[in-house]
């Protein structure tokens, strides 16, 4: 069932957000869990969603039990066990380890405009995603994926360009996702009914 989004963030009652900001209409839907997260405007993530220590642009579409920034243990320690770096957890008078966070924040995770992530997939620490790409359902991401390409599998690899170069560039500068929200309504027919290089002549510079 549809529902009708707004200025202020729909939030489902039974997600957790925490130091999160939310631009326009965006969504986050049932038992996701955000927590330093810059999302911006049109943007939504469905059921199970988890992300942490990410930017994500405007229009992102990203899908159930998406994992966005899954953090990285320190495979460098005697043990990997969280006891060492959330230590007041476990022993009295113990102090977390702080530099161990500060790091895992250093790898915060990028996500463009008009992104589309497919079902479970999991994005790694550091990985930027260029705007309108497309990461393939249970896709695991370790590496930086190009503005509009389609990347899939475990490690995800380039399946193929969404649009030719030449029409990224053009699609880039034209930045529709900036439009204001009366524009966005103007031309939603043409949204609908263009294609990408239709589009451009028709608004591009």
Known sequence: MSRKLGIEPFIHESASIVDCTLGRYTE??????LQEVEMGDYSYIMQDGSAWCATIGKFANIAAAVRINAPNHPTWRATLHHFTYRAADYFEGAENDTDFFAWRRENRVTIGHDVWIGHGATVLPGVTIGNGAVIGAGAVVS??????????????????ERFPAETAE????????????????????????????????????
């Open 143 to 160: 590496k930086d994926v190009a503005p509009y390409t389609i990347v899939g599998g475990v490690p995800a690899k380039l399946i193929r």
């Open 28 to 33: 986050v839907s049932e038992r996701c869990r």
């Open 170 to 205: 053009r699609m880039t500068e034209l930045a529709w996702w900036d439009w204001d929200h009366d524009r966005l309504f103007d031309a939603l027919l043409d949204f609908r009914e263009l294609e990408a290089d239709a589009f451009l002549r028709k608004y591009g510079k």
